[in-house]
Structures are given as structure tokens and as C-alpha cells.
T-cell receptor, first 115, second 110 residues
């Protein structure tokens, strides 16, 4: 089944403790992206990647890092999480930067709480 | 940056009725897409309309696009309980991403 797999689904952590949210897709998509969703703000892009070893900042990159060492994986790293990073995170992938006719394929989300 | 804004924020309708929601955006676009999200789950792509198209249909969905007004509408006909979800418009403005609005929450009452 074609899908984007995110882990973990839920995560509660403490301020300052480094964490990684994994994202993997099995569709050979070149484009991958991370969004965060907050009430009333919609989805805001954190980082995106056009292909292996090609990443760039989105609208809200502060406090996050990413890497793209393999085509299928695009982990999101929070080096020192803070409470304002409490949010619902989504990984998305597609063949093209804006999804094309099939749009983006989204993961199921990671609900992160930083206390 | 939030490109699209949906209206209304929330909508409650009876099963069998039609649901209409609107999206306004700020800059010129290549295409506009609509997505559905069920209760905190991942978004699912519904339909894409290109900037040179005015109307598109897919099953019970009808999308219109008015580039002169920078607006789009999504109509769901003969709604069902399973249509209860949040609906988001997303715009491709050629800036390496889709920009999403805050969404319209639709509740279909049995």
C-alpha cells in the first residue's frame, strides 16, 4: 500500500530533550515536506526537500532540523524542544513540489507535547 | 505564510443537504487543491483545479475557481455522515510548497 509512515503517533517530552520524528514513504517520491498544524493557523511548512541531500527552510523553520540521506526517509529533529513546539506534525510527499494531479500524500500525524 | 482562508470556519448541515465552503487567496496561483481531514488524522487530497480551469467535478464534489476574485468554492452534494471532516484549500503559487488555509469544519447531522 502506498503510504507515508510517521513515528511516533504521540509523544510527550520535556523541554530540552532532543527528539526525532521519523517519516518514510514507499512511493519513490522526490519531494517531501514537514508541516505543523495549530488551531486557527492551518498548516505551516517547516522544511522541505526536493531530493536526496537537497533541503530548504519553509515558513517556520526555527528550532527544527531535517536531513535527507535517502530518498524514502525525511526525519524531523528537534534539538532542544520548547513548549511552543507543542503541535500536530505532518510529513507529506509527492512526485512534484506542489503535488501535481494527485496532490500530497500525508502521514497520519505526530501529536507532540513538550512540557 | 497562510495563503488561503476558508469561509465559513464551521458548517453544520442535515444529511442529504449540500455543503458549500469558500476559499480566498492572496497571490496568483498555478493551481488550487482541496483536502479533507478526519479528526486529527492526515489530510487526504480531494481535487485539483488549475488556474486556467473554471469548474471541475469529481463524484459528489464540485469545485469552482475565479482567478479574477482570487477565490474558489467547494460544493459537496447530498452530504452523508461520512463527510463530517475539516476541509482545507491549498494553493500552489510556484514557491516550492502548498500553502494551506485554516480549514472549514463540516458536521453532517443524521
Amino acid at each position: 500500500e502506498a503510504q507515508v509512515t510517521q513515528n511516533p503517533r504521540y509523544l510527550i517530552t520535556v523541554t530540552g530533550k532532543k527528539l526525532t520524528v521519523t517519516c518514510s514513504q514507499n512511493m519513490n517520491h522526490e519531494y517531501m515536506s514537514w508541516y505543523r498544524q495549530d488551531p486557527g493557523l492551518g498548516l505551516r511548512q517547516i522544511y522541505y526537500s526536493m531530493n536526496v541531500e537537497v533541503t530548504d527552510k519553509g515558513d517556520v523553520p526555527e528550532g527544527y532540523k531535517v536531513s535527507r540521506k535517502e530518498k524514502r526517509n525525511f526525519p524531523l529533529i528537534l534539538e532542544s524542544p520548547s513548549p511552543n513546539q507543542t503541535s500536530l506534525y505532518f510529513c507529506a510527499s509527492s512526485f512534484t513540489v506542489a503535488g501535481g494531479a494527485d496532490g500530497y500524500t500525508f502521514g497520519s500525524g505526530t501529536r507532540l507535547t513538550v512540557v | 505564510s497562510q495563503q488561503g482562508e476558508e469561509d465559513p470556519q464551521a458548517l453544520s448541515i442535515q444529511e442529504g443537504e449540500n455543503a458549500t465552503m469558500n476559499c480566498s487567496y492572496k497571490t496568483s496561483i498555478n493551481n488550487l487543491q482541496w483536502y479533507r481531514q478526519n479528526s486529527g488524522r492526515g489530510l487526504v487530497h480531494l481535487i485539483l483545479i488549475r488556474s486556467n480551469e473554471r469548474e471541475k467535478h469529481s463524484g459528489r464534489l464540485r469545485v469552482t475557481l475565479d482567478t479574477s476574485k482570487k477565490s474558489s468554492s467547494l460544493l459537496i452534494t447530498a452530504s452523508r455522515a461520512a463527510d463530517t471532516a475539516s476541509y482545507f484549500c491549498a494553493t500552489d503559487a510556484g514557491d516550492y510548497k502548498l500553502s494551506f488555509g485554516a480549514g472549514t469544519t463540516v458536521t453532517v447531522r443524521a
